[in-house]
């Protein structure tokens, strides 16, 4: 056998030796073990305390209570002065939805452009009409087809008397066909009519009044 061979053997026999005896030692000396590689009976959290983890809300700035919702409110008319209107009421209606609400659309894109306030713009509730058609031979009526109306209104404030001419004649000119148009001063009744009435509920109120 070659010296070199025998240096190696020599060498991985001592290598192996030391190994064993670091073995023995940490088999020997449990408290050197890590936790990870320790039994279920020398864990050191077995009696902490879990029910905290995942909570986070007591981290987060308290926000203060939301006020309730108080009940929608009629806004103040605005007087007109000698050079501007007041609260005005720019009312379009017409049988074809898509039609009425693009051309309110358009009025209220043109007050932003003109500089024109707009308070609010909104839609009335839909009024429905039957039309009752009569048989050629005998008395009774019979309902042929019924006619939904939808109107949406634009509110305006502040229009100056010398814009308003030309603000009306961009109006008229761009009005499609089949389209009413009209201009009024807001009023508590128009307020009033936004809404639709509950005649069963007014009963109750009437009865628990008397």
Not at 15 to 22: D, E, F, I, Y
Not at 65 to 77: E, S
Request: glycine share 4%.
């Amino acid at each position: 056998m070659s010296p070199v061979f025998r240096k190696l053997q020599v060498s991985v026999t001592q290598q192996a030796s030391v190994l064993n005896q670091a073995l023995t030692l940490c088999r020997a000396t449990p408290s050197l073990r890590h936790p990870a590689w320790a039994s279920a009976s020398d864990r050191q959290y077995k009696s902490m305390p879990t029910h905290g983890i995942g909570r986070w809300r007591h981290l987060v700035p308290k926000e203060a209570p939301k006020k309730k919702r108080d009940r929608h409110q009629m806004k103040p008319i605005i007087p007109a002065t000698d050079t501007e209107y007041g609260t005005l009421n720019v009312m379009v209606s017409g049988y074809d939805m898509t039609v009425v609400e693009h051309y309110a659309q358009y009025i209220h894109h043109l007050c932003n452009r003109l500089g024109i306030r707009v308070a609010e713009s909104y839609a009335m509730p839909t009024k429905s009409t039957e039309v009752m058609l009569m048989q050629e031979k005998g008395t009774k009526l019979f309902v042929d087809s019924v006619l939904k109306t939808h109107e949406r209104v634009v509110q305006m404030n502040s229009l100056s008397a010398a814009l308003c001419p030309v603000f009306m004649e961009v109006l008229l000119h761009n009005q499609p066909e089949g389209v009413q148009l009209s201009v009024k001063e807001h009023t508590e009744a128009d307020y009033q009519a936004r809404f639709k009435g509950r005649p069963e509920m007014e009963e109750l109120i009437a009865q628990m009044n008397q």
